[in-house]
C-alpha cells in the first residue's frame, strides 16, 4: 500500500500534475509526508544525476545541512564519495535509468558517524505523459542486518559444518593396566597424534592432558574401576602446537562373559566449538542482563516468561513477580487493547519497531516506552514466542514537550524584538550643522536600552540615551512606556533638567513596583548658537572630544538614577561647540564587554578609537568601535549615539 502511493506521488511529480481541489491537495499533502516518512532512504534526481530532493531518513544518515547534497551530482554525495568503483557504478546506473531502464543492485554506503552499511539500492525513471523520463527515483534500504544476519547463518552453518567433521569421534579401548588396545585414525585430528603414538606410549594420553585437568582423569578412571558403571567427564588437552581443545570423554568398563575385567571402552568428542559458544552465549545472555533497556520474553498469548534487571528496574517488578503474568499488568486499563492488537500482529509474524506506548510501573507512575516487537520462530518458521525490547523515553518526551515551548517563548521574544526595535527612530545620517549616527544592539531577544532624538527646531535637536536595569522582557516594556512619557513631554520649553524630572516623577511608581532603575543622560544641541546643554539621571558619562585641542571633555552633570526617589532636582550644564567636535553618548555595555583574558573594553579604548578616526564621518567611526570590540565578549545591550558638529 505504502509502495503504491509513493508511486502515484512520483507520477503526479513527473506529470506535473495539478492540485485544483481541497482534496486532490490533501492527497498530495499526505503523499508527501509518505516520501519524507518513509523508512528507506529516498530522493529524486535529474535525468543527468543531479539530486534535487532527499526523506528525512536519507538526511537522517549524513552530517551537515541537506542543502549540502542537493544540486550536486548524485555519486558527488556522501553515500558515494568512499568509492570510485561504486561512483561509476553509479553514473552507469544513471545513464541506463535515464534511458527509462529500471535498474537494482546491492551497494554500501558510508553513515555520517563513519559507519559503513550494506544497501539495496534502485534507480527507478518517472516519465511524463509523453513516455519521456523527467526525474530518477533512487531508493534505498539499509540491508545491513539482513547482511549480518546473513553472515550469522553462515557462521552457524560453519559450525553445523565443523561439527559435522568432526562426528568421526576418537574410539579407543584401553586395557586394564592403562595400555591402549586400540585406537582409532581420528586421534590425530583431535589430540594432534597419531594412533602408533598412543599404542607405543601408555603414558601419552596423560601428558597431553590440562595439568589442571589431570587429577579429575585419574579420579575418573578410579570411579570406572569401583563403580564398573558408564561415565563421562569433560576436560581439556593440549596439542603438539600449543592449541588447547575441550573434549568430552565418556567410557563404560569391558567384560567378559565370565565377567573378567577386560578393560574399558571409551571415546573422545571435540567439544571446543560447543564451548566456546556456551561461553559466547554466557557473555550474551551477561549483556542482556545488564542492559539497561528492558528485555521481556512472552509466550504468543502474551505471558511473561523472562525479565532482566532493565526491565526490573523501568517498571519496579522483580521477576518473580511478572513471570507467568499477562504482558497487560504493565499497561494502564485503556491501554490493554492496544497492547494486544500489537501482540497479535506479532502472532502472524509481524516486526514492529519503535512502537510508542503509555505504561504503568508498578508504584502506578504512568511511562513514555518505545518498544520493539519481534516474532521467535522454531525450526520449521512458526512465531512460538514474543520478543520485546523496551526503553523509557519518558524523559524524552518531556524534553521535546520543552524544546516546542522554548521555540514558542522565542518566537514570541523574536516578536517583542522586532516591536522594540521599530520604536527605535531611523537615524539621519546628517541633520542641519552635524553628522550623526546610532545602533542599539541587545545582548539577548529584547533589551533595556533606549535612544531617541527630537528636533525642535531647524536649530534645536534634543537627543536622549537610557539604561533600564537587565535586558528581560519587563525591562523591553518599562523601554516602551519611557518612550511614551518623552514623547509625550519633550518641548522647547521645558530643559534637559526639567524634563529629568518629569519623566522621573512619572515612571517612579512603575519603577518601584517592578523593582527596577532607569539611567538617563539628555542633550540639547543648539547649532545657531553652537552649544550643548545637559542633564544627567545617574547614567555613564559621555564624553564631547575637543578636535582642535584634541581633548576629551567628560560630561559629568550630577542626578540619580530613576525609580530612587519620585522628587529629584537634576544638574544641568552648558558647554560650546565647535566645528570637528563629537559628541558620543553610550551605554555600559559598549565598556563593560570583557575579553578572553577578563580584561574590560573600558573608556580609555573608546576614546583612543574615537581619536584615531576623528576624521571620518560617524558611521566609519561607529564601525571602527564596533569592529575593535569584536574580541569582547557581550553581556550587555550596546547603544551608542555619536554626532559629529560640521
Known amino acids: 500500500m505504502g509502495r503504491k502511493i509513493l508511486d502515484d506521488f512520483l507520477k503526479r511529480i513527473g506529470s506535473k500534475h495539478r492540485l485544483e481541489d481541497e482534496t486532490s491537495q490533501q492527497s498530495f499533502a499526505l503523499l508527501q509526508v509518505v516520501f519524507n516518512e518513509a523508512f528507506q532512504l529516498m530522493g529524486l534526481l535529474k535525468p543527468d544525476g543531479t539530486l534535487i530532493k532527499i526523506n528525512k531518513t536519507a538526511h537522517r544518515s549524513i552530517t551537515g545541512h541537506e542543502s ?75 540491508i545491513s542486518e539482513r547482511r549480518r544476519a546473513e553472515q550469522a547463518l553462515r557462521d552457524v552453518a560453519m559450525k553445523y559444518r565443523i561439527v559435522a567433521d568432526n562426528t568421526y569421534n ?11 588396545l586400540y585406537t582409532s585414525p581420528s586421534c590425530l585430528r583431535i589430540s594432534g597424534h597419531r594412533a602408533e603414538e598412543f599404542i607405543a606410549d601408555a603414558d601419552l594420553l596423560i601428558r597431553i592432558l590440562h595439568p589442571d585437568d589431570r587429577q579429575m582423569w585419574l579420579n575418573h578412571r578410579h570411579d570406572i574401576a569401583k563403580n564398573k558403571a558408564l ?17 568430552h570423554h565418556i567410557c563404560l568398563p569391558v567384560f567378559a562373559d565370565n565377567e573378567e575385567y577386560l578393560g574399558v571402552r571409551g571415546s ?50 522483580s521477576e518473580s513477580e511478572v513471570r507467568g503474568q499477562p504482558v497487560t499488568m504493565l499497561v494502564p486499563p485503556e491501554n490493554a487493547a492496544q497492547l494486544l492488537h500489537v501482540h497479535d500482529r506479532v502472532r502472524q509474524g509481524e516486526h514492529i519497531e519503535h512502537f510508542e506506548i503509555v505504561s504503568r510501573r508498578k508504584d502506578g507512575t504512568l511511562i513514555n516506552m518505545s518498544v520493539t516487537y519481534s516474532p521467535v520462530r522454531d525450526a520449521l518458521g512458526k512465531v512460538i514466542a514474543v520478543s520485546t525490547i523496551g526503553r523509557d523515553i519518558t524523559e524524552q518526551k518531556k524534553a521535546a514537550a520543552a524544546m516546542v515551548e522554548n521555540a514558542m517563548i522565542n518566537r514570541e521574544l523574536d516578536i517583542a524584538k522586532q516591536i522594540q526595535q521599530s520604536f527605535l527612530p ?42 533600564v536595569t537587565g535586558h528581560s522582557i519587563g525591562s523591553s516594556l518599562l523601554m516602551s512606556v519611557t518612550r511614551s512619557v518623552l514623547h509625550a513631554k519633550v518641548n522647547l520649553s521645558r530643559s534637559p533638567r526639567d524634563l529629568l524630572a518629569a519623566v522621573n516623577e512619572l515612571l517612579y511608581d512603575d519603577l518601584s513596583r517592578t523593582e527596577l532603575l532607569i539611567s538617563m543622560f539628555y542633550v540639547r544641541i543648539d547649532t545657531q548658537r553652537s552649544t550643548l546643554a545637559y542633564a544627567n539621571a545617574g547614567h555613564n558619562h559621555p564624553f ?3 578636535c582642535r585641542q584634541r581633548a576629551f571633555i567628560d560630561l559629568d552633570a ?31 555595555g559598549v565598556i563593560e564587554a570583557e575579553n578572553a583574558e577578563g580584561e574590560q573594553f573600558g573608556t580609555d579604548r573608546l576614546c583612543r578609537v574615537i581619536e584615531s578616526h576623528c576624521g571620518l564621518h560617524p558611521k566609519e567611526i561607529m564601525g571602527a568601535v564596533l569592529q575593535e570590540s569584536m574580541l569582547f565578549k557581550r553581556t550587555d545591550d550596546v547603544t551608542m549615539i555619536i554626532f559629529k558638529i560640521v
Open 68 to 142: 549540502e547534497v542537493i544540486g550536486k551530482p548524485f555519486w558527488e554525495t556522501p553515500w558515494w564519495v568512499h568509492s570510485s568503483i561504486e561512483q561509476e557504478r553509479l553514473r552507469q546506473a544513471v545513464r541506463d535509468a535515464a534511458r527509462g531502464e529500471f535498474v537494482r543492485f546491492e551497494t554500501t554506503h558510508m553513515t555520517g558517524d563513519g559507519q559503513m552499511i550494506f544497501v539495496d539500492f534502485s534507480l527507478k525513471p518517472v516519465k511524463d505523459q509523453k513516455g519521456n523520463v523527467v526525474l530518477l527515483v533512487p531508493e534505498g534500504r539499509d
Open 170 to 180: 576418537w574410539e579407543f579401548w584401553l586395557a586394564p593396566d592403562g595400555r591402549f
Open 231 to 247: 561415565s563421562d567427564v569433560e576436560l581439556r588437552m593440549v596439542r603438539p602446537d600449543g592449541d588447547i581443545r575441550w573434549v
Open 268 to 317: 573422545f568428542s571435540d567439544i571446543t566449538n560447543r564451548r566456546l559458544a556456551e561461553e559466547k552465549n554466557e557473555r550474551l545472555a551477561g549483556i542482556v542482563e545488564a542492559s539497561d533497556d528492558a528485555v521481556i520474553g512472552k509466550t504468543v498469548d502474551g505471558i511473561i516468561t523472562s525479565w532482566n534487571k532493565g526491565a526490573a528496574k523501568i517498571f519496579g517488578y
Open 426 to 467: 531611523e537615524c539621519p545620517s546628517s541633520l542641519p550643522g552635524m553628522l550623526m549616527t546610532c545602533c542599539c544592539i541587545p545582548a539577548a531577544q529584547v533589551g533595556g536600552d533606549y535612544y531617541d532624538f527630537f528636533a525642535l527646531d531647524e536649530s534645536i535637536i534634543d537627543a536622549v540615551i537610557a539604561d
Open 544 to 546: 564631547l572630544y575637543r
Open 558 to 588: 550630577d542626578g540619580l538614577v530613576m525609580g530612587v526617589r519620585k522628587t529629584v532636582c537634576f544638574d544641568e550644564k552648558e558647554t560650546v561647540l565647535e566645528p570637528g567636535d563629537i559628541l558620543v553618548l553610550y551605554t555600559d
